[in-house]
Nanobody, 115 residues
Framework: QVQLVESGGGLVQAGGSLRLSCAASGYIFSLFAMRWYRQAPGKQRELVATITSGGTTVYPDSVKGRFTISRDNAKNTLYLQMNSLKPEDTAVYYC?????????WGQGTQVTVSS
């Protein structure tokens, strides 16, 4: 079955960097687009980065120029490099894939940015 496991979250000061990882298993990773979402307390889950199977990336304005999504198909792993972090980036970050109209989520990893 599809399994997604995030890691790499933590506490960082504003202006710092973190790299999140998402280990995928149970399907042919290279064939599917992957996404990173985040959810802050009391807010809706927000899409922060998308990478297609061909490597095309898309970001919302809130993270463009600061976050970079990438994938290593040989390792079945998705990454999110986050630079110039801001307190408003504080959230639980989830990786996501969609197969046959079904969404799959990891357990999430907490990112906390202190001011």
């Amino acid at each position: 079955q599809v399994q997604l496991v995030e890691s790499g979250g933590g506490l960082v000061q504003a202006g710092g960097s973190l790299r999140l990882s998402c280990a995928a298993s149970g399907y042919i990773f290279s064939l599917f687009a992957m996404r990173w979402y985040r959810q802050a307390p009391g807010k809706q889950r927000e899409l922060v980065a998308t990478i297609t199977s061909g490597g095309t990336t898309v970001y919302p304005d809130s993270v463009k120029g600061r976050f970079t999504i990438s994938r290593d198909n040989a390792k079945n792993t998705l990454y999110l490099q986050m630079n110039s972090l801001k307190p408003e980036d504080t959230a639980v970050y989830y990786c996501n894939t969609q197969h046959s109209s079904r969404n799959y989520w990891g357990q999430g990893t907490q990112v906390t940015v202190s001011s």
